[in-house]
Structures are given as C-alpha cells and as structure tokens.
C-alpha cells in the first residue's frame, strides 16, 4: 500500500534536514545573499497538509512546555529579528498559540522609553528574560542595539553615554558582550534560540501593498517603514554582521525564508521542538517522602 500521509510525512522525516540547513552554529564567512528567502525546502506541500503539519507542531510543542514547566530546570528564550512585513507577529501568534499562557511570555520590544534610556541598553531586555520552566519570546531584542542603531547613529546619541564611550567601535563592542551575554545566558540555563525571519525585498513590497489595499490591514501599515526600505542593503550588512558575530552552538541563529509563511511557520515550529527534545525532559519523578504523602492523601479520601 502506498503511503497514506504522502507528502505530509516526507516532510516530518525532513525536518531535521532541513533544520540543519538553515541554523548557523558557525558563521565564519557567512553570507545573506546565499540565502533564498522564497525556499521551500522542496517540500512543495498543499495549503491543508502545511496546517496540519503545523498543528502537529503546535501539540508537540505544547507538551514538551508542560514537562519544561513541571520540570523547573531550563528556560528558553526564543529570540525573534526581521525587516518590517517579513511575518514576526504572525508566526509567534501561529507557532506558539497552544501553550499554556501560564508558561510563556511574549515581549514585543519598540523604542525604549525615557526610564530605560536611563539605564544601560541591555537592561529592559534582562528584566523580561523567562524564568526557568518558562518560555520567553522576544519579538525584537538587543540585537536593535546594532541593527537599526547602526544604520541610525542619533539612537545611540539619545542613550546618555559618558563622552568616549560611543566610537567607532561601539557596534563591534556590543555584538561582543551580546555573544559574551548570551554565552552567560547558556551556562545557567536558558536555552538561547534566534530566529531571522529572511524576507526578499520584493515580498516585503507586495505585503506593503496588501496593507495598503485591504481595510482590514490599514491599522498594520507605517509610512515608516516604506521610508526604511531606502536602507534594505545597510540593513542586510547589519544583520550579516550580527549573525557573524553571535552565532554559535549554544546561541544558534536561523536563517529562515519568510516568503512563504506556512514555511516559516513550520521552521520555527520544528526547531523548537527539535530545541526542547534535546534537553531530555522529564516529569518529576516522586521520592519515598512524596510517595508517602500520596498515600496519605489516598487514605484520607477514602
């Protein structure tokens, strides 16, 4: 008999491959360009069988958050970057809406205020790290402080440093202490997972458009945004460099092509899953004390 699932499972025993093609551990001569944002990993699936991979994922990876949070050891920060209209708030709202809220936050990081002006840049992202059991989403992170910082100085002239501390180098420095950070983060625990959500130019056009033309998508579009596409080659450089810079095996990045949504809806589903079922979690197994109080409850209800 031929194979029932057909394409859909072709694509589960593909993921790993795929996964491997897209995290860079090592990003020596790491290079943007030879990245195809339109890839589809040649899975060529129906709309129907993406959903139901997608859902597949989705319950996977809520069970494998019940056991993080029952287990009280790591925690996982799930690190979100793109150019405007490339899908972040979509894909967080699809790969992650079957968790238990009570185990998973999502930050969205915008301007920082006058208050977080006030301390130093890494700050407002520390204070929103997960706590261990918990899943922690940041969509936009400290990685601002060398993307659109670089390609606009005057941020880094409204964040307060003492004269001197803001040369030419401060963006090498920072990507620096950010893979120095992150290194931190990996020693105690929290699993640090960075995801580029990878957007050709010409989509990220069309997808204007489709804010522009559809009434129930005007409240998404930004005369901004339009204005920073003059910027999209600095803006490739900049995150070429980040990547560069803080890519490693304990802080992978992945390069995912965004062109296709269910696709990178799936990539970031399975690179999840495949993160959480390498840290071997378990339930918590009772000791004698804890199975001697479960008898005594059983005795004391009958």
């Known amino acids: 008999m031929g194979d029932p699932i057909g394409p859909r499972h072709t694509a589960v025993m593909d993921m790993n491959r795929l996964l491997k093609r897209y995290r860079i551990e090592d990003a020596k001569g790491f290079r943007l360009k030879k990245h195809d944002p339109a890839d589809e990993g040649g899975l060529a699936l129906e709309r129907e069988e993406a959903e139901a991979l997608l859902a597949t994922g989705q319950r996977r990876l809520a069970e494998l958050q019940d056991k993080l949070y029952a287990q009280d050891r790591w925690a996982v ?30 930050t969205p990081f915008k301007a920082p205020t006058s208050m977080e002006l006030d301390h130093d840049y890494l700050w407002r992202h520390v204070i929103a790290l997960p706590r261990r059991g918990h899943i922690g989403i940041h969509n936009r992170s400290w990685y601002e402080e060398v993307l659109v910082a670089r390609i606009h100085p005057e941020i880094i002239q409204r964040q307060k440093l003492p004269k001197g501390l803001a040369g030419k180098r401060i963006y090498d420095d920072r990507l620096e202490d950010i893979a120095a950070f992150e290194r931190y983060l990996s020693r105690n625990g929290v699993v640090v997972l960075k995801f580029f959500l990878h957007v050709s130019k010409e989509e990220q056009r069309r997808r204007f458009l489709a804010r522009i033309e559809d009434p129930a998508k005007n409240w998404k579009f930004n005369a901004a945004d339009v204005a920073e596409r003059e910027h999209w080659d600095a803006y490739q450089d900049a995150y070429e460099r980040a990547i560069r810079a803080t890519a490693a095996p304990h802080a992978p990045w992945y390069v995912v092509p965004a062109d296709r949504k269910w696709f ?31 008898q005594q409850a059983r005795t004391a209800l009958g």
């Not at 793109?82 to 936050?105: R, W, Y």
């Open 77 to 106: 920060l799930c690190i979100v970057q793109a150019m405007d209209a490339a899908g972040k708030d979509g894909t967080i709202k699809h790969v992650f809406s079957g968790l238990n809220p009570q185990g998973c936050e999502v």
């Open 264 to 294: 990178c809806r799936l990539m970031v589903a399975g690179a999840m899953v495949q993160a959480l079922e390498g840290l071997q979690l378990s339930y918590p197994a009772p000791d004698a004390e804890d199975m001697a109080r479960l």
